[in-house]
């Protein structure tokens, strides 16, 4: 008899885990409320850059998973469901998607961040071998939740309507270490990902400006020796050493708006 319950108990359990493994399934659907709230995202696209998919995350406080901290103790934090989305080309220089706030469900599955970007479309202006590298991302998060990528801590910002102009300046990097490599990136003030806490943004526009005659470039050290920097070279002609692996966005801003400033001098009508 006690043969039989222990089998029995085990058959339940075991039926019980497969419930919850197919419920769980189930309830990771996104089922959308009709006529519910959307964020629409629109970007204004320069010539030499494409868009990148944009990366959607929802999250779920219902459908939550369990996790681990560095010392095996064991929390519960929001189950999430990512995927991307492709963006539609709607004027000549127009890119959009619009995605739900709720993502409905079992789950009650809610927005919890848009991840978006541009990057060069063809490289091939800055040599044969360039290939295209990182820069010029926005990360969006909604809610208390980290993005799924790792950035700096969101500056908050307010309102349902968003406007993102933001400057870029080309940046040819060359590495050596685990073989030779020559990259094109976009240096922006936020490095790679500019990062905004935006729970009530509802329309999001964002237009990168690239300034191509700013050129910047970085020779990393050939070989990973204590006290070895990255040489950059800035389009003023200067040269300097930076432990940092990336170039000065500031400086970067003043060579182009010195040089602007002088331009616009030469231009001024001289008086009598």
């Keep these: 008899m006690k043969l039989t319950m222990s089998s029995l108990r085990s058959t339940l359990l075991l039926m019980a885990a497969l419930i919850l493994l197919s419920g769980c399934a189930r309830d990771y659907l996104l089922s959308p409320p ?10 204004k696209l320069p010539d030499d850059l494409e868009v990148r998919p944009l990366r959607v995350m929802y999250r779920s406080a219902v459908c939550q998973r369990v996790t681990y901290d560095g010392d095996g103790r064991r929390a519960m934090v929001d189950g999430h469901n990512g995927f991307e989305v492709p963006l539609q080309r709607r004027e000549e220089d127009l890119y959009g998607a619009v995605v739900s706030v709720e993502g409905g469900g079992p789950c009650k599955w809610r927005l919890s961040n848009v991840d978006f970007g541009v990057k060069y479309r063809m490289p091939t202006p800055f040599g044969e071998s ?3 590298g990182s820069g010029g991302g ?3 998060v909604f809610d208390h939740n980290n993005p799924q990528r790792r950035v700096s801590r969101p500056a908050n910002v307010n309102g349902a309507d968003l406007r993102f102009l933001e400057n870029y300046y080309p940046w040819v990097s060359e590495s050596f270490i685990n073989g030779y490599v020559q990259r ?4 922006g003030k936020g490095g790679s990902h500019l990062t905004y806490g935006a729970p009530n943004a509802r329309k999001i526009y964002f237009e990168p400006q690239l300034h191509r005659d700013y050129v910047v470039k970085s020779i990393a050290p050939k070989k990973p020796i204590a006290g070895e920097f ?6 003023d002609g200067t040269v300097e050493f930076d432990w940092r692996a990336k170039p000065s966005f500031e400086k970067l801003q003043k060579i182009r ?5 002088k331009k616009g001098s030469r231009h001024l009508p001289h008086r009598l």
Excluded: C
């Excluded at 006529?35 to 970007?43: D, F, W, Y």
């Excluded at 990255?230 to 389009?235: D, L």
């Design 257 to 261: 708006l010195d040089e602007e400033a």
């Design 184 to 187: 094109v990136r976009l240096s």
């Design 138 to 140: 926005v990360v969006i």
């Design 230 to 235: 990255f040489k950059f070279y800035y389009p």
């Design 34 to 43: 009709l006529n519910g709230e959307e964020v629409s995202l629109t970007i």
């Design 130 to 132: 360039v290939i295209p």
